[in-house]
């Protein structure tokens, strides 16, 4: 039994959803199910323009700053993968540069934080994955899982980083940019 109700926590309107939140990281320990549930709760809020109008600015900060830690915290504590959170982030930051400019300050809106996440979770090295891509579909299916992860990685990674910058996208992504095409 957890000290607090999924449902109720998903009916609060966004204003009232961040100090239960707050509270709750700060309590007992969370059962490795009811993470997929935060970062869910609080994901449908950040991804709607709609939603995240209705802060103010410092608590869309904290907004930002809590899915960050949910997603950390549910990455250390199993909870959810780390390749999934790292997903996760990487297609909200995406989402989110298309509104707001780059905060250097904000995880999620920090486009070197962004590149860090995609080169500490891609599972192969570029050489690897140009190598790969040419005959994926003849590979065993551990590699096509592994190639179709990059591609969840880089999509999003790529997207964000564009939307962020006026100058064109980091160097180190740009590269594995040019997979997208091949991977499956």
């Known amino acids: 039994m957890t000290p607090y109700d999924m449902e109720a926590l998903a009916s609060l309107e966004f204003t009232e959803l961040l100090d239960p939140l707050e509270c709750i990281l700060s309590g007992e320990p969370i059962g490795h199910s009811d993470w997929r549930g935060l970062v869910e709760i609080l994901t449908a809020r950040l991804q709607l323009a709609t939603e995240t109008a209705k802060l103010s600015a410092n608590d869309f900060r904290r907004a930002l700053n809590l899915y960050d830690e949910i997603l950390r915290r549910a990455a250390t ?16 930051s995406s989402v989110l540069f298309r509104r707001y400019p780059p905060q250097t300050d904000i995880p999620l809106l920090d486009p070197n934080h962004i590149v860090g996440v995609f080169l500490r979770e891609v599972p192969i090295t570029l050489h690897e994955a140009a190598e790969q891509v040419i005959d994926w579909w003849d590979r065993d299916l551990e590699t096509i899982k592994r190639l179709r992860y990059v ?16 100058s064109g996208i980091d160097e180190r992504i740009a590269p594995w940019e040019q997979l997208i095409p091949q991977l499956p």
């Open 151 to 166: 591609k969840n990685l880089v999509v999003p990674a790529s997207q964000a980083l564009r939307a962020a910058s006026y």
């Open 77 to 92: 504590e199993h909870g959810m993968s780390s390749q999934e959170c790292a997903e996760r982030l990487l297609n909200l």
